[in-house]
Nanobody
Framework: QVQLVESGGGLVQAGDSLRLSCAAS????????MGWFRQAPEKEREFVAA????????YYQDSVRGRFTISRDDTKNTVYLQLDSLKPEDTAVYYC?????????????????WGQGTQVTVSS
């Protein structure tokens, strides 16, 4: 079993920055990719960003490209999401996810493990 623990959410003003972290732990596991998704009230969960563990190839949703940066530290089994130039429409619960095998990283259904979520609230 793999546990994912997120941290770093909070209440900020538009234009501010936050850094989310997601640490993976558990028995021996392999990581193909880790991703970040978000869900705003009364909306579907949506893809935000993902990173392929081997090679660090990254993917972003168009609305966050250039403002958000995903990175990883494989010595800590941790993925980060740097959120810059935040906007009120970025307000959501942010979830990290881990995929153990080759998957289409923008699709939430294919991930094996999920964190509990961390709230990001951006005021105008």
């Amino acid at each position: 079993q793999v546990q994912l623990v997120e941290s770093g959410g909070g209440l900020v003003q538009a234009g501010d920055s936050l850094r989310l972290s997601c640490a993976a732990s558990g028995r021996a596991f392999t990581t193909y990719a880790m991703g970040w998704f978000r869900q705003a009230p009364e909306k579907e969960r949506e893809f935000v960003a993902a990173i392929i563990w081997s090679g660090s190839i990254t993917y972003y949703q168009d609305s966050v490209r250039g403002r958000f940066t995903i990175s990883r530290d494989d010595t800590k089994n941790t993925v980060y999401l740097q959120l810059d130039s935040l906007k009120p429409e970025d307000t959501a619960v942010y979830y990290c996810a881990l995929g153990s095998t080759i998957i289409p990283v923008t699709h939430s259904d294919y991930y094996d493990y999920w964190g509990q979520g961390t709230q990001v609230t951006v005021s105008s």
